[in-house]
T-cell receptor, first 115, second 114 residues
Framework: EAEVAQSPRYKITEKSQAVAFWCDPI?????LYWYRQILGQGPELLVQ????????DSQLPKDRFSAERLKGVDSTLKIQPAELGDSAMYLC?????????????FGPGTRLTVL | AQSVTQLDSHVSVSEGTPVLLRCNYS??????LFWYVQHPNKGLQLLLK??????LVKGINGFEAEFKKSETSFHLTKPSAHMSDAAEYFC????????????FGGGTRLMVKP
């Protein structure tokens, strides 16, 4: 069964360092999402891609966060510099297309700890 | 604007007894509603979804949910809890006019006692 892949699964870093997370969506899925899930809360959308274009990044803290999906397939989320409050689970999800009733499939996530 | 409220942050049941996880939503338009489950250190898995068809929705692992528009509720139930059901459960709302963006509730942690 096809799955969304994410790496690394766990990342520990010190504040002010740069970190990057990678996501490989299910093959053929045009829409890709990055979510942040703080411990004890539900996921919140950070950025949404349709192919290589950003559809919604209104909740992305652009002073330190960046996301790209250059070839419309896999995607990278970067934080520079990391802050203590960035400690969270970062989830990637994909779906076949933006419109219509089709399911979002989630990856296992990257758990970030900032010391 | 859409929002979701999960009324209980923690629910504890004994194995073999019924499960009820409560969810209320707010939506300006006819919403789609979902329940996702998250086991420790795992990604989110879709349990079931409502998309304007039958109001009683059956999902995987014996779970079901009923859409009640008059009460703006979408409670999740299961007749008999199993130890493997222990996890975090999220109620989620989506609106077509919001680009099908998912809005998650705060989650309910289900604990199952032997």
């Amino acid at each position: 069964e096809a799955e969304v892949a994410q790496s690394p699964r766990y990342k520990i870093t010190e504040k002010s360092q740069a970190v990057a997370f990678w996501c490989d969506p299910i093959s053929g899925h045009a829409t890709l999402y990055w979510y942040r899930q703080i411990l004890g809360q539900g996921p919140e959308l950070l950025v949404q891609f349709q192919d290589e274009s950003v559809v919604d990044d209104s909740q992305l803290p652009k002073d330190r966060f960046s996301a790209e999906r250059l070839k419309g397939v896999d995607s990278t989320l970067k934080i520079q510099p990391a802050e203590l409050g960035d400690s969270a689970m970062y989830l990637c999800a994909s779906r076949i297309k933006l419109a219509g009733d089709n399911e979002q499939f989630f990856g296992p996530g990257t758990r970030l700890t900032v010391l | 604007a859409q929002s979701v409220t999960q009324l209980d942050s923690h629910v504890s049941v004994s194995e073999g007894t019924p499960v009820l996880l409560r969810c209320n939503y707010s939506s300006s338009y006819s919403p789609s509603l979902f329940w996702y489950v998250q086991h420790p250190n795992k990604g989110l898995q879709l349990l079931l979804k409502y998309t304007s068809a039958a109001t009683l929705v059956k999902g995987i692992n014996g779970f079901e949910a009923e859409f009640k528009k008059s009460e703006t509720s979408f409670h999740l139930t299961k007749p008999s809890a199993h130890m493997s059901d222990a996890a975090e459960y999220f109620c989620v709302v989506s609106e077509r006019n919001a680009g099908n963006m998912l809005t998650f509730g705060g989650g309910t942690r289900l604990m199952v006692k032997p």
